[in-house]
Each structure stands twice: as structure tokens, then as C-alpha cells.
T-cell receptor
Framework: DAGVIQSPRHEVTEMGQEVTLRCKPI?????LFWYRQTMMRGLELLIY????????DSGMPEDRFSAKMPNASFSTLKIQPSEPRDSAVYFCASRGGTRPGELFFGEGSRLTVL | GNSVTQMEGPVTLSEEAFLTINCTYT??????LFWYVQYPGEGLQLLLKATKADDKGSNKGFEATYRKETTSFHLEKGSVQVSDSAVYFC?????????FGKGNQVVVIP
């Protein structure tokens, strides 16, 4: 079975450019999460969706970040404009409704903003 | 709120040594506890879990016991291998949120 699929795996961009990260959750999972991982701050929850609806976006750092989930099989995380401090690994994760706490993570998107 | 604390710093040990990674938690109610592992270049994956006090989770030779009296969920393995080199995260699920610790990098030397 396919796991959580993220793209791109690596992205290098210049400050001020728009960045879009993509995620396909596991089929049948109704929760989707976006996390950011850095050495300094560890793993941070940015936002999560339930049945395509954003439930908690309190972790989104600022208005430059936005996330959408137009359907059950696709989500995007957009940064516009990007800044060097946004450099991190961004993970998408999904889970079913019956096993809270048991997340399935993608391999991550490593973002470098120059 | 709910939180998880892991011991500071990386752990370096020789193959076949005994591994312990400490994890303590603060929570209201009766949370579920988890250990996740992140191998180099990969996302996190669930290693084991325990859903109530005195439960022992186990997988791949790793074990952790949910200790309510000491609010701990320490991870142990009796004989580590080079392939166990990874970052290990303790996590707690409660109040509809999953809280992760900061993680411990484990390096196993042949």
C-alpha cells in the first residue's frame, strides 16, 4: 500500500519566492497534519485537517503560510513570500479516526531558502 | 497543558550495548503514550505504544512501560544494532492533540 506521498523532496529557492509543498495522504484517512522540523525548535505542528476542514491552525507561524485541502486526497502548504528562516523539513502525516496518536508520516520536503 | 520531556543530548553506544532513553510526561486525564523513530532521511514512524497505566508496548526488541506513578515511559532495548541508529521521539496523545518530545539521536558504533 502506498504511504503518505510528499513532493517535492527537496526545494531550493530564493528569498521572496513562493513555495508550494504537496501531500497525498493515505486513502481512507480522514485526518491530515502538517509539521515543520528544525534543529532549533524540533517538531512543530503547523495545522491539521479533519475531513478536509482545517481544525487547528494555531501553529501556522504567520500570514505568509497558508494550507488547503481541496479534497480527501490532496493538500498543499504554501509559503509566500519565503524567507531564510523558513528553511526546514516539512512533514505531512495522516491517520484514521479510530486510532488517535498513530500517525503515518511522509518522507518530508526539505526546503532551503537562500 | 500536556507535554513530554526527553533527556538532553545524543546517545552514543557500542553495538550490543543496553539502551535506555528517558521520557517523562505531564498530562491531565489518562493519555496514551507512544515512541516514534526517525531513520536518516525518512519521516517518523510509530515504534510502539501504550494506552493505559502498566501497559508495556514492544516492537523490534524495544520496550516501554507506562508508569503512572512516576509519569514515565522510558524506552529500552537490551542489545542494540547499528541499524538502530536513528532519532527517537516520545509522544503523548491527550485532549485531542499529539505532543512530541524533542527527540534523542542514537548512534550505535560497530
Amino acid at each position: 500500500d502506498a504511504g503518505v506521498i510528499q513532493s517535492p523532496r527537496h526545494e531550493v529557492t530564493e528569498m521572496g519566492q513562493e513555495v508550494t509543498l504537496r501531500c497525498k495522504p493515505i486513502s481512507g484517512h480522514d485526518y491530515l497534519f502538517w509539521y515543520r522540523q528544525t534543529m532549533m525548535r524540533g517538531l512543530e505542528l503547523l495545522i491539521y485537517f479533519n475531513n478536509n476542514v482545517p481544525i487547528d491552525d494555531s501553529g501556522m507561524p504567520e500570514d505568509r503560510f497558508s494550507a488547503k485541502m481541496p479534497n480527501a486526497s490532496f493538500s498543499t502548504l504554501k509559503i509566500q513570500p519565503s524567507e531564510p528562516r523558513d528553511s526546514a523539513v516539512y512533514f505531512c502525516a495522516s491517520r484514521g479516526g479510530t486510532r488517535p496518536g498513530e500517525l503515518f508520516f511522509g518522507e518530508g520536503s526539505r526546503l532551503t531558502v537562500l | 497543558g500536556n507535554s513530554v520531556t526527553q533527556m538532553e543530548g545524543p546517545v552514543t553506544l557500542s553495538e550490543e550495548a543496553f539502551l535506555t532513553i528517558n521520557c517523562t510526561y505531564t498530562a491531565t486525564g489518562y493519555p496514551s503514550l507512544f515512541w516514534y523513530v526517525q531513520y536518516p532521511g525518512e519521516g517518523l514512524q510509530l515504534l510502539l505504544k501504550a494506552t493505559k497505566a502498566d501497559d508495556k508496548g514492544s516492537n523490534k526488541g524495544f520496550e516501554a512501560t507506562y508508569r503512572k506513578e512516576t509519569t514515565s515511559f522510558h524506552l529500552e532495548k537490551g542489545s542494540v544494532q547499528v541499524s538502530d541508529s536513528a532519532v527517537y521521539f516520545c509522544a503523548l496523545y491527550g485532549n485531542n492533540r499529539l505532543a512530541f518530545g524533542k527527540g534523542n539521536q542514537v548512534v550505535v558504533i560497530p
